[in-house]
């Protein structure tokens, strides 16, 4: 059952926020913001604009990194993506999706993948990199075809959480940086992507493809197509 519209916040989560001021493309944050859905846990959200980072988040961490979630009943911070899920796993048990050590190790290995695909200099890397994304996809695939539609099985789990950001960045930064689309032969993937979508929790969550080019291009990603 989702959270009534006007329940009032248990959590305040600050997240980062996109050039526009809207929600920003952080997959960690998003993370976060996906187990608080999928828990049908209410909150409010924080945008911190990267460039004036408040001096309160330095505080609560030092590393000024988002996401960061304060509990509303007691003033106390919860401090990094993970940390946050297996906190809302302990406190809302139910959906169960299971602590972030314990939930299985498949799918996570996608953004190194394409992060060295679009980052890749000369064609020889490029075609390396290409080659260790497609296999990385193709396990997740063969995993999806025995154990899915979800890494979880029939509903979701914690991993799922943190692979969908994932995907979502993979599919927009190749495509635009590299010209590049996910092989159709990857029908068990495609039809995970078609199911976490059509989620409650991702349409609330969602930050714009402009966002995620734009995070990246600031990291420094050039359009090679
Ligand atoms: N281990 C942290 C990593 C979070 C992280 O790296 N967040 C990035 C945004 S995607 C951040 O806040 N970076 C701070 C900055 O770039 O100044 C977590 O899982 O929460």
């Known amino acids: ?5 006007n329940a ?12 526009d001021g809207k929600l920003g493309d952080c997959p960690f ?4 913001l996906l187990t608080l859905e ?25 590393a000024g990194s988002v996401p960061v979630m304060k509990d509303l ?3 106390e911070w919860v401090v990094d993506s993970g940390v ?35 980052k890749s200099g000369t064609p020889e890397e490029a075609a390396e990199k ?25 509903q979701p789990c914690s991993t799922d959480l943190a692979v969908w950001p994932r995907l979502y960045h993979m599919q927009v930064t190749t495509k635009y940086f590299r010209g590049w689309e996910m092989p159709a032969q990857l029908a068990h993937l495609k039809a995970y992507i078609d199911a976490f979508t059509a989620r409650p929790s991702w349409q609330h969550t969602l930050y714009t493809p402009e966002a995620i080019i734009a ?3 600031r990291h420094g990603v050039k359009r090679v197509v």
């Open 1 to 5: 059952m989702a959270a009534a519209p």
């Open 8 to 19: 009032a916040p248990k959590f305040e989560i600050a997240v980062k926020q996109s050039s």
């Open 29 to 32: 944050c998003h993370r976060a």
């Open 38 to 62: 999928e828990k049908n846990v209410p909150y409010s959200t924080t945008l911190i604009n990267f460039d004036a980072k408040p001096d309160w988040l330095l505080q609560v961490n030092p």
């Open 73 to 75: 009943a007691n003033g």
């Open 84 to 118: 946050i899920c297996d906190f809302l796993e302990k406190e809302f048990p139910q959906p169960a999706l299971g602590l972030v050590e314990e939930s299985p190790k498949i799918g996570l290995d996608v953004l190194p993948k394409f992060a060295g695909f679009i």
């Open 130 to 154: 290409e080659a260790e994304l497609v296999a990385a996809l193709g396990e997740l695939d063969a995993y999806l075809a025995e154990h899915g539609p979800f890494i979880g099985g029939q």
């Open 215 to 217: 995070g990246w291009e």
